[in-house]
């Protein structure tokens, strides 16, 4: 820490983001990315795009990516904002509504942090005992609510009917869901942004549209919320998706042939993964995204993790209650998670003896 940095970030927290390791032969189910590559399309989109035209800056407006998320959820364009990542939209949000936040303790690790950096008044409710929301805790509230739906890194989703009363429940509060995973088998809200005011739908095109290295996230709301989600992107980046960004997201969002094709076999492998694992004695929280969450009474979260990482099979763990036995593995291709299982196998076999 140098001498000069404020006062107030003394003793902040940053987030601090899974692994990237360079691992000889590694598997990397450790931060949830799409284990297929974008769309053909989206490759041809950044391939053709007129790099000559770098040297001019984007539109701001990233009318672009704007009309083909429109188009795709049939809602108008000023109900539709666009971010550098869903971090930097969710960034906004607490810039623009973060006056008093409340969020669930187990969730995703950036929700904290940003409170922290934005300087917001803060409440993290805590799940049960099953790591599930309690939709109970979120009704009427006296500050914005931000979930994540399906919730990370549990996988485990509200249904559309806790939602709507979460929404009705706090007409004067903003309730952000957070849908980071809904591709995987979660229904969106997105159609809620079109009858009450109340909510803002976020997403990211880094995990069901395989563009994790790209940086593009997207908000879905009224068109007021919209409007304070973009006085803050131009009072703080009006640039915020390059000119590729731009491209390559509205191709990714319009050829859904291979959208559907890719988070179908998500799932798929995602559903016999999880039988396995129960099969070798794990529990295996219900999941609708591209991870999974589970434990073992034979083999505490810590050693799993640390056993699988000698193999070179890399996924998520955290130190903390009340998910210490846990560990969160992201869904990669079928032959990824067999290898997971195989060394799996080696590693319980080893313990028993
Ligand atoms: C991955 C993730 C994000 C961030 O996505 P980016 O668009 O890559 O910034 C936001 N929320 C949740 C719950 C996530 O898991």
Redo the contacts with the bound molecule.
Sequence with gaps: MSRFLREKYMDMEPYTPGEQPQMKDLVKLNT?ENPYPPSPKVINAILEGNTGDLLRYPDPEAKELVEAVAEYYGVPEKCVAVGN????I?AFVYMAFGEKVYFPSI??G?YPVFAETFMCDFKAIPLDEGLAIRPDDYIGLDGTIIL?NPN?PTGMTLTPGEIEDIIKTNADHLVVI?E??ADFGTQTSVPLTQIYDNVLV?Q????SRSL?GM???IAIGSEEVIEDINKMKFSFNPYNLDRLAIKAGAAAIRDDEYFQETRAKVMETREWFSEKMRDLGFTVLPSKSNFVFCRSDKISGQEYFDELRKRAVVVRHWEKDPIRDYVRITIGRDEDMERLIEVTEEILCEKAK
């Design positions: 949830n990542g869903s971090d930097e969710l969730s995703y950036f994540a990370a957070d980071a995973y976020v990211t095109l880094s995990k994790a940086r593009i996230g």
